[in-house]
């Protein structure tokens, strides 16, 4: 082991993103090593998973060190295709503290259900387990966004979108997956489980009403 692996390995945002990792795999919702997730070490750095690694078996080491200075991403090791999008929200939102990006089959299936580049939810309870969402009552909106193999050019797209208005601590890639964010790993688990299940209840109420 070297010297930056044996440093992951003693570094407790490494520990917790690893356990995340394991309990969002229980899930399902990272298959075929899909996925991705990372947690910011500083202003201008984080952790990032490394690419083609079982996200339910990960350990510190599988986490690389991933820094950004405008568009640039500088890595010692290869990680994930999507870090690009991770550095982008990260330089977005300086009180952002960790990204996850999951591959579930409800929110694939549900993202290419929908042509508009948001949806909004209205009348559920668990909105509220998205940040600053008080009620059932207004609406909640999870903006979508078509799937590209470059990921500049989404992260561009991103950048766009917030800069009229932040988005709402999630996004859907059309026929790709999700992503989440806080401002904590708990805050993110948070809103993980929270958007995966009102996807979920969506795609219910839509399969029962055909
Ligand atoms: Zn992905």
Same mark, same amino acid.
């Given at each position: 082991?070297?010297?930056?692996?044996?440093?992951? !390995?003693?570094?407790?945002?490494?520990?917790?993103?690893?356990?995340?990792?394991?309990?969002?795999?229980? +899930?399902?919702?990272?298959?075929?090593?899909?996925?991705?997730?990372?947690?910011? &070490? &500083?202003?201008?750095?984080?952790?990032?998973?490394?690419?083609?690694?079982?996200?339910?078996?990960?350990?510190?080491?599988?986490?690389?060190?991933?820094?950004?200075?405008?568009?640039?991403?500088?890595?010692?090791?290869?990680?994930?295709?999507?870090? *690009?999008?991770?550095?982008?929200?990260?330089?977005?939102?300086?009180?952002?503290?960790?990204?996850?990006?999951?591959?579930?089959? !409800? *929110?694939?299936?549900?993202?290419?259900?929908?042509?508009?580049?948001? %949806?909004?939810?209205?009348? %559920?309870?668990?909105?509220?387990?998205?940040?600053?969402?008080?009620?059932?009552?207004?609406?909640?909106?999870?903006?979508?966004?078509?799937?590209?193999?470059?990921?500049?050019?989404? *992260?561009?797209?991103? +950048?766009?979108?917030? !800069?009229? !208005?932040?988005?709402?601590?999630?996004?859907?890639?059309?026929?790709?997956?999700? %992503?989440?964010?806080? +401002?904590?790993?708990?805050?993110?688990?948070?809103?993980?489980?929270?958007?995966?299940?009102?996807?979920?209840?969506?795609?219910? +109420?839509?399969?029962? *009403?055909?």
């Amino acid at each position: 082991m070297n010297n930056t692996a044996q440093l992951h !390995q003693l570094n407790p945002n490494a520990i917790a993103l690893c356990a995340l990792g394991r309990w969002i795999a229980s +899930r399902h919702w990272v298959p075929a090593t899909g996925g991705n997730f990372s947690i910011r &070490s &500083s202003e201008h750095s984080a952790l990032v998973t490394a690419s083609g690694k079982d996200k339910g078996e990960l350990s510190p080491q599988d986490l690389l060190p991933v820094s950004w200075q405008g568009g640039e991403l500088s890595c010692p090791g290869k990680p994930s295709a999507e870090t *690009a999008l991770h550095a982008q929200l990260y330089q977005l939102d300086g009180q952002i503290k960790a990204v996850l990006h999951t591959h579930s089959v !409800q *929110a694939t299936v549900f993202s290419r259900l929908i042509t508009e580049d948001s %949806y909004q939810f209205n009348g %559920y309870e668990m909105q509220k387990a998205i940040s600053g969402n008080t009620s059932h009552d207004c609406p909640c909106p999870l903006a979508v966004f078509d799937n590209t193999q470059h990921i500049p050019t989404l *992260a561009a797209q991103v +950048r766009q979108r917030w !800069q009229q !208005q932040p988005l709402n601590w999630g996004l859907l890639v059309r026929g790709h997956g999700l %992503y989440v964010w806080g +401002r904590s790993l708990d805050e993110a688990k948070r809103h993980l489980e929270g958007w995966e299940f009102l996807i979920n209840c969506e795609l219910e +109420r839509l399969k029962l *009403a055909r």
